[in-house]
């Protein structure tokens, strides 16, 4: 059985194209006949002027086939933007676009235990800091430590600087006020525009202050401010108790994670997956889809090479 050498991913395609080629070579076919007649029956001074005109539409032609064959070798696009839904942007996309991320660390007591060693202290610096490396150059990021009361606020701010030294030189207090933090980060939030987050680190035993987690979730539920919590310390050891931070995650459409290791590289990829998650909720709450550019290729590939069949065609035609 007889095969052919060359192959093709769209049959349909290559058919047109071989139809193509028996028509432009009919055409040209036809265009001889045309000119040999004209120069019989025409005068001489009109076929002088006719073929001028002739010329110049063919020399015109071969220079269209010139550009429009440079343009499709270029790969034209059209610059263009299209609207996608928040889940499934890149992580280039996201980074264009801005929130504003409150990071709030618990400095109780508890925080000094060493089952994340050395202690979950220097563990929850450790995961702050990749935090705030992993967040988009446009983010604002503001920072509260807290233990039976508020010991350091910075309202959300484009200075990294400012914010990792504020989570180096955090030390241990007396109490954990939980609730009461959180009411004071939803007042600093609520001045501003945008996509807004509570993200909190903690072992999880709110024992002073507010004392009604529940309320201070449904507020920042209605304000449309996730909360997500990130677990620091085992269950049972000391006061800590995962499950509040669970409730505040759920209630206010955060995520709930809890930081089982202290070894860098494990913590590197947590991180980074859990800022992602952060920053797609967050913008979540304020849009469903965000306009990113893109590139149309199709539309211009269309125009040229339409413009290329064109000019073959009266090229052929004109059949000098």
């Not at 007649?37 to 005109?53: D, F, G, N, P, Y």
């Not at 550009?67 to 499934?88: C, D, G, R």
């Not at 039976?148 to 241990?172: C, H, M």
């Not at 085992?234 to 505040?248: A, R, V």
Request: glycine share 6%; net charge neutral.
């Amino acid at each position: 059985m007889l095969e052919f050498p060359i192959r093709f991913e769209s049959p349909l395609l290559s058919t047109l194209g071989a139809f193509l080629a028996g028509l432009f070579i009919f055409l040209f076919y036809l265009s001889y006949k045309r000119t040999r007649l004209a120069e019989r029956k025409l005068e001489l001074v009109k076929w002088q002027r006719i073929r001028k005109i002739i010329n110049i539409t063919n020399i015109s032609m071969k220079v269209g086939i010139i550009m429009a064959l440079s343009f499709l070798l270029a790969v034209p696009y059209f610059p263009t933007t299209i609207k996608v839904p928040v889940e499934q942007v890149s992580s280039e996309q996201l980074a264009k676009s801005s929130v504003a991320i409150m990071l709030i660390m618990d400095v109780s007591y508890s925080m000094n235990i060493s089952d994340l060693r050395p202690s979950r202290l220097e563990v929850a610096k450790q995961v702050a800091r990749l935090f705030v490396d992993n967040a988009g150059p446009r983010d604002l990021i503001g920072f509260i430590s807290f233990a039976g009361k508020i010991y350091d606020t910075t309202l959300p701010t484009a200075n990294r600087t400012e914010i990792t030294d504020l989570i180096d030189r955090q030390t241990v207090h007396n109490s954990t006020a939980i609730g009461t933090t959180l009411e004071t980060a939803l007042g600093l939030l609520q001045q501003l525009h945008g996509g807004k987050t509570i993200v909190l680190l903690s072992d999880g035993k709110n024992n002073y202050g507010t004392m009604n987690l529940t309320e201070v979730a449904q507020t920042a539920t209605s304000m449309k401010i996730p909360v997500f919590t990130l677990f620091l310390g085992t269950y049972g050891i000391g006061t800590s108790d995962p499950l509040p931070l669970q409730e505040i995650s759920n209630m206010t459409g955060g995520k709930f994670h809890e930081i089982k290791t202290e070894e860098i590289t494990i913590l590197v990829t947590e991180i980074a997956q859990f800022s992602q998650e952060v920053k797609v909720e967050t913008l979540r709450t304020v849009l469903n889809e965000i306009p990113i550019e893109a590139r149309d290729y199709h539309t211009p590939l269309l125009i040229f090479a339409a413009l290329l069949v064109s000019c073959l065609f009266l090229t052929w035609f004109t059949g000098v």
